[in-house]
Structure formats: structure tokens, C-alpha cells
Nanobody
Framework: QVQLVESGGGSVQAGGSLRLSCAASGYTGSMGWFRQGPGKERKGIAGIDRDGNTNYADSVKGRFTISQDNAKNTLYLQMNDLKIEDTAMYYC????????????????????WGQGTQVTVSS
């Protein structure tokens, strides 16, 4: 069982930046960031495997960067040029399987989930 703890959420004005972190208690083969806005379904926005291969949703490509520190079992999401539509609860997810990069945004493949951290972007 892998425990995940997110941090770094908060409120920011449009155009601003935030950095999310997710500390994992053990080994992970793949990790991802998902978000769920009000009245919307949870969607994958960025994923990374243990080798550093990444995948991004079109909605965040060029603005968000996913990275990891394998030695610290920590996942990061640098979010730049934030938009009002980025407002959501952000969840960290992990799998002990190293999935191919094309599957990294697929929620059913992740066994472990964090509690979420709220990101609110205002005008």
C-alpha cells in the first residue's frame, strides 16, 4: 500500500503560478496528476513513469510540467500561466506498475490516490 500526500494548492490570480507536490510512501512505477472541477468528472492532466516519460492533456500542455524525484519518492506539478478554468481539486495518483506513456492519463490504471489539494484561480 502506497500512501500519497499532496501539498501546494491554494488561491492565485489568473496568469500566476503554483507548484504542487505529492510525497509517496513507497515505490511507484507510474504517477499522475488528475483534477476534478465543480460538476465535472475527474480527468488526467499529467503523468510520468519511473523512467521520466511523460504525457499531458492538451488543456495543460505548454503550461504545466510534471517531474519527480525518485530518491525522495516525490512528484511535482509546476503550473504556470494559470487560468480560471484550471480551478479544481487536484489529486495525485500512483501505480506500482510502469505503464506505457500513452496510458499515464488513465485513472483506472492507478491503485493509489491522495486526498486532493484545492487550486483556485481568480480573475
Amino acid at each position: 500500500q502506497v500512501q500519497l500526500v499532496e501539498s501546494g494548492g491554494g488561491s492565485v490570480q489568473a496568469g500566476g503560478s503554483l507548484r504542487l507536490s505529492c510525497a509517496a510512501s513507497g515505490y511507484t512505477g507510474s504517477m499522475g496528476w488528475f483534477r476534478q472541477g465543480p460538476g465535472k468528472e475527474r480527468k488526467g492532466i499529467a503523468g510520468i513513469d519511473r523512467d521520466g516519460n511523460t504525457n499531458y492533456a492538451d488543456s495543460v500542455k505548454g503550461r504545466f510540467t510534471i517531474s519527480q524525484d525518485n530518491a525522495k519518492n516525490t512528484l511535482y506539478l509546476q503550473m504556470n500561466d494559470l487560468k480560471i478554468e484550471d480551478t479544481a481539486m487536484y489529486y495525485c495518483a500512483a501505480s506500482d506498475v510502469k505503464w506505457g506513456w500513452q496510458f499515464l492519463l488513465s485513472a483506472p490504471l492507478y491503485r493509489f490516490w491522495g486526498q486532493g489539494t484545492q487550486v483556485t484561480v481568480s480573475s
